[in-house]
């Protein structure tokens, strides 16, 4: 028998939940002060809770498994909300407690009073707020059974003060997870049946189905079937590198995606949806699955995604198939004039084996994918959800779930400074990342968009907002300011010599690279010129994507 | 006959609203681009959402009309959430303008996806997914004349990419605004009556209220009957200083607050609701008015607060009734050992007429009021739904709307973390802002809450959580890094100094003020003894208050 508080605490640590990315207030003082009552918990103060929303996102792809999220009402939920859609549509298990007035209390709507359950219901299918210390433990269990699928959620649990800080509440055991299901035998036959007819074929992998278990089972199918191999768009984590199968990203661009896809006769579809288009345009196709293409779901969200393709690539026979691995292979060192290019191609030259990669570098990331595909093994992290602001915090989550792996954090000057505060706890709990910030002074790909979308009449104050340089921002002032080791490159030689310095020397570190935009100023019609040589596209699609959209 | 982008931003030129604080993305290009169509409309780009919302709830405090915000889809409204609810629970016109995907692309889940609306109520009444272009400028005006109030609110107008980019959009004009009404006559005869009648009263002003024309009415009345007057206890915005009624606050602390309405017969509420403790804690009351006293509503929310209080005034006789109006009274410059309460000294010596203080420094500004009571004429803002990182924001848009007027704004360490990318929109639009921010490098407020709370068993875990310590945070690299002329004061000295050189040059400033922390480390048992010297209580209250709490 304990307070609600502390039987929380020992619910959440017994189910495995050790971790908890903090930013608490006066209604969560009583689960604070029960924090030294179970050892086992780890608590990371941030101070936004967006931060700690994407700490837990960074960790959840990482460990797999959730950490907690400590967040004060609905407004400390509405902070948190951004990257808790991050986690959302990337499928990740996220836990959070978001404390709330005493029961009694909320009649009298004070000032911090709040509709916290319709704040949740955007990113988080279980909403609970737990009416009783006697029933908080299994409502915390069953919080985190739903947490963990699959698929991967965010559930929110919403805790009164009074819950809280009442007694009488006694931890309870884990909860049973039911395994999940394989792709039933119906399913298989018809996939095995169009894998193993003519015309073109791919699979198209995300979540689970791109980690290197099943990237290898996958790959053995590919090899045997002729199938092509495309990972989605944004994976959530996705293992590659040398020794790891190959596949190509779908990209960013709807009009090189439809490229990509073009002739496609059947796309299985492997833990992801269809391919959309990130947004509309006006006069472009959203839905980009070609006409005529028989579309398959060989494993859905709740599915078991390793089993299913141990029983598939059974059925087609591809269990003594040789998967096509990746080279090893280094770009070299970049020279020569600095751009987000040369920061790519250096990373692709000197990361460590195991490292973590957070991408969130926009456009400035372009050429990352292609520069380390034949690097040591490692993860990359993508913006499942769309929200900036993701980069930074997922890099902490990353760390701590990770603490023996180097973490590679990219973000634009734009994107670093939705949750800029990351920086302080990187700083505060000396985790082991590298954030690579690339200074173009704009937001870059908003000057790509206003021309994709068509916009017309812009003129001065259209690009006023989209333009970072009045005043220019400092990064490494700001670094400094939360204490983390920070340097400015504006050379490629500045940054190389940055970026040795910082893998070898443990804790925090930020490079701040000041590079020209990418593709800012650019007419769409020359953007496949630039992006033929993009990530894993081969030439024959960039030539292909250039008759198409520049004849 | 123009898009629905151009027509919607004439519409809202010609009802007034005239500044767009923004954070666009794609689904906004086509908004953005129409800017320039519209010369009218400025808009003022920030570079997180949570800044865009608190400036226009700023903007709105001050100007008495709505700002509109450009926010990016849900999560783009997620991280303006927290603001918005200050500007709720303040009762502050504020419009939004949520981009959002085409309509046909909603259907594809695509990653940015997701339910706007259920978002938006949490702090917005009036909420519309514009569905045509035909109908776009009808929405907007519809959604002015309900921001307008009273009371005034935030309404949300989400606007798909296509409903703003389609043709057939044309401008229409204003909303008709329907005056409010005064209270009825049976009203305005019962508390006739209590005034008039023996016993202990008083008048409890919020919202509209506390604003000059107003004061000046009750004051009168008060005069008249022998009431006292007390203010909200966050108040959204309360005109000032020498010359002006003075009106005693209610404490922010329940213990403190139950004791100055100890004795009331009668509490009569004008735009306000009856007192509640701020939060709740084990074993005191929430709700403060005393047992026996009833309470009255004079103005509600919906109704004409001055036409009423005028009507209260003839129906008392207090048209000719001499009020007690507060005399020209400056503290004298501060001197010795560097404190917050230094600080607040300080302004209240050398604040100018007409100034706009922003006081979100919660312990570092306890005694602020006090200090600046007989100060020239100015505006007291103030943090009226609790949820913190709304000062730095809420200043960008008072200077905005009073171009004219000097801003302060008083943030902690702790809250200026939040929504600290409000420097940087302070520098790029020249804003003549002073922040000061209190760095005691703790969470002061939470070591104080968590004795309130009573919560026990804190260790080392719990009370790192309320520590800033580690690392320290250093705000003049964080102003400079934004580009605002940052100066360090850790001496009376240094402070005054840099206070003068910020009140006498214009543009932004920031001083970061290295000071102990008021209140950590203080027993709660202690806690009066520290008080009684606070803002508007008199010597009898304090020691009344002495002996109820610490006997």
Redesign the interface.
């Known amino acids: 028998m304990s307070n609600g508080a ?1 039987a929380l605490i020992r619910t959440l640590v017994d189910a495995g939940v050790t971790t908890c990315f ?1 930013n ?4 969560e ?2 689960f ?6 179970v050892p086992e918990m780890r ?1 990371v ?1 941030a ?2 809770e ?1 931060v700690a929303t994407g700490a837990a996102d960074g960790y959840g792809r990482m460990a797999d498994k959730p950490a907690a999220t400590l967040l004060h009402l ?3 939920l ?2 948190g ?2 990257n808790l ?1 991050n986690a959302r ?1 990337g499928r990740v298990p996220v836990l959070n407690i978001v404390g709330d ?2 029961t ?2 909320v009649q ?5 009073q ?2 916290i359950e ?2 949740a ?3 988080s299918p279980w909403v609970r707020t737990s009416k009783s210390t006697q029933d908080l433990c299994k409502d915390a269990a069953e919080a985190i059974g739903v947490c963990q699928g699959p698929p991967g959620q965010v559930a929110t649990l919403i805790l009164p ?2 819950v809280s ?1 009442s007694e009488g509440a006694v931890p309870i055991p884990p909860p049973q997870i039911t395994p999940p299901s394989t792709a039933d035998d119906a399913t298989i036959a018809a996939i095995t049946q169009a894998l193993q007819g003519g015309g073109k074929k791919a699979i198209l992998l995300g979540g689970r189905g791109l980690r290197a278990p099943a990237l290898m089972v996958v790959a053995r199918i590919a090899a045997k079937t002729g199938t092509k191999l495309f990972a989605e768009v ?1 994976p959530t984590r996705m293992e590659r590198g040398a020794g790891l199968p190959p596949v190509e990203r779908l990209a960013y661009m709807a009009e090189l995606a439809s490229v990509q896809l073009t002739g496609l006769d059947h796309l299985i579809l492997v833990d992801t ?1 269809a391919p ?5 345009y ?1 006069g472009k196709k ?2 980009l699955v070609p006409e005529g293409c028989q579309l398959h779901t060989l494993a859905s969200f709740t599915q078991d995604v390793l089993g299913t393709l141990e029983k598939l690539s059974t059925e087609v026979g591809a269990g003594q198939t040789t998967p096509v691995l990746q080279a090893s292979k280094r770009p070299g060192l970049p020279r020569g004039k600095f751009t987000a290019d040369k920061v790519c191609k250096s990373i692709g030259e000197l990361m460590p084996a195991g490292a973590i990669i957070v991408d969130e570098a926009i456009t400035s990331g372009l050429m990352l994918t292609m520069y380390t595909a034949g690097a040591p093994q490692h993860d990359l992290i993508t ?5 900036i ?1 993701f980069g930074l915090p997922n890099a902490i989550g990353a760390a701590i779930a990770c603490p023996d792996r180097k973490v590679i954090a990219l973000a634009g000057d ?1 994107s670093a ?2 949750t ?2 990351a920086l ?1 706890t990187m ?2 709990e000396k985790l082991d990342v590298i954030s690579i910030v690339f200074n173009n002074r704009a937001y870059a ?2 000057n790509v ?2 021309q ?11 690009r ?3 333009d ?1 340089k ?9 670094g ?4 983390v080791a920070s340097r400015r490159a504006s050379t490629t030689e500045e940054f190389l010599v940055a970026f040795e310095h910082a893998l070898r020397t443990p804790g925090p570190h930020l490079i701040e690279a000041i590079v020209p935009p990418s593709l800012a100023g650019l007419k769409l019609r020359v953007l496949p010129h630039l992006l033929q040589s993009l990530a894993n596209l081969p030439q024959p699609i960039a030539r292909a994507l250039k008759r198409k959209i520049a004849p």
């Open positions: 502390s903090t608490p207030g006066t209604s003082m009583h604070v002060a029960a924090l030294d009552t608590a103060l101070l936004f967006g609905g407004c400390g509405g902070n909300l951004a859609h549509k007035h005493a009694y209390h009298y709507d004070a000032q911090l709040s509709d319709t704040v219901r955007n990113v003060a009074d800080w944004l949806k959309v288009s990130f947004f509309a006006p959203s839905y913006l499942s959800g769309g929200s602001g734009g400074m939705y800029i505060q302080w700083a505060r790909v908003l968009e206003l994709r979308v068509r916009a017309s009449g812009a003129g001065d104050k259209a006023a907002q989209l970072l009045n005043p220019p921002l400092d990064f490494v002032q700001l400094q300011s939360m204490g």
